[in-house]
């Protein structure tokens, strides 16, 4: 253990960051009930919403539309979960700060943050295609499961933010119940779980400006070619920066009280 | 190991590894640093004591870049230590709690190694801090002493120049303390600068060449450890009498305290490096007295002494 002092290079941050993603996933991996139960529900929400109704599950066309509302509602609870309430508990940990005056700065554990829980996220999504694939009439090419994928990371940005605003602005133990009151209601009014053409008009119109409900019509527009309504894009890039300031603003805040 | 009073002169003449320079930090209305200025030069072990909220830990906390000095500078071998290539020579050592409980202890060691150009390899970390057989265990199934152990091996891992410990053997029993010591000892050995945070005076006694004492935000004393100690080995006799007490010999300081709550004789706290003498003294000049009890002077009575180390003083307070 020697003082010596040596001129090797520092490693490089993007050795840096392949380094906070491993060791952040391997913090969360070993909590398997922390992986499972982001698998389980959307599971079950398979079963009950979907495989039962005939109507549904007997038609290719519908079939896709009720895996892709499940997938993004997969995607979304993993992203409030995994960003909002892992965030708000990393940040009442101890080893925080110890990690953050190791020689590295900010990026790499953003990074890894990020990187995990699109992991965790596309976890997420496994099992309701797979129940999709065996138990509906669901039976999308490869391609279109790719495009969907893609499709899927992309639409999951403002969720990100949204996590990401709420595990910066909370701790952790009112983090919890906030991601849940936001998730179900925004899953529902977004028709992750009923189909929106099931809604009155009223809700439809609320429908549209959420960012669940232009996530959803903007994956289902890739997956099936049913065009999504006309201002989608225009919702979810809205939010997507709506979310970007709050996140900012909880992240500067949380180094103004904690690291002044 | 003893430094005359030239030694500080010439180990700021040196380069710094260390530099505060009249930092002020406040939170909120508390003011947790006060214009303070530190140097600590390579290969000194400088401990740090004071009361808990001194301003100890804030101190740490600027010279690892956690936190932003209000007013004056912090440099860590010459630069910022909020640019994280300045930290590359930094060691420190999460607190004992903060370890992550679902990652192995060979798997932290490997996490926080790999973000130095140069570290210690994992096994021969382990090795030294009688951990090798806990590579596989999960931190949080790890005893207290052991996370400590931990703490204090994590901080050595990237080879640093310069070490932070803050309290790092608060909570543990002698055997594990006296390890974690030879520890930090065998790297100050090898050239090694530590600044560590106690309120145990026996740790700083222990490892110390030069004490700084901090209380209030404010650096009340900066001296070589012989120095100190000498401040610090005074014994307090307490005692009850209506004479001036103050006056026999071998009292570095007295304090009457008036008691109104009390009726009778008010009492003395008499400061003497020799308590054994100063109690025959007493006995034999036939002075009535009662209540006689003799301590240790309290850390918080060692720092007033450091700071008032002009001979003889007498204050009259009245009590609360």
Redesign the interface.
Known sequence: MSAATTTAARPGVLTLCLLHVRFQFLETVRVPIAVIGNLVFPALAMFFFVVPQDAVAGDPLQSTVAVASLSLFAVCSACLFSYGVGVAEDRQQPFDPFVRALPAGPLPRMVGRIVNGMIFSLFGVVPVVLIGWLFTAAAPSAIQLLVGVVTLVVVAVPFTLLGLAVGYSLPAKAALPVVQVILFPLAFAGGLFLPPFLFPAWLDTVSELTPTRAARDVLVQTLTGEPAYAYAWVVLIGWAAVFAALAVAAYRRDEGRRFR | MTEGPGGAAARRAGPTLVEVDRVTKR?GDVTALDDVSLSVGPGELVGMLGPNGAGKSTLL?LV?????PDAGTVRLGGGDPRD???????G????E????P??RVG?VVE??G?????R?PTAE?LD?FGLADLAKR?TGSLSGGQKRRLAVALS?V????VVLLDEPTTGLDVGARQALWAAIR??HA????VLLTSHYLEEVQELAQRVVVIDRGVVRADAPLETALAQVALRRVLVRSDAPLDALPGVVRAERVADPGTAGDPRWELYTPDADALVRELVTSGTPFHGLEIRGASLEEAFEQMVAHDAVRTDERSAR
């Open positions: 939170f906390s690892s870049g956690q936190r932003r994280a290539a300045s930290r590359v020579p930094l420190l050592t999460p607190q709690t903060g370890l992550p679902t990652l798997e996490f926080v790999r973000h130095y150009p140069s210690v970390l030294r999960q050595l990237g080879r640093p120049r065998e790297y090898d050239g090694g600068t």
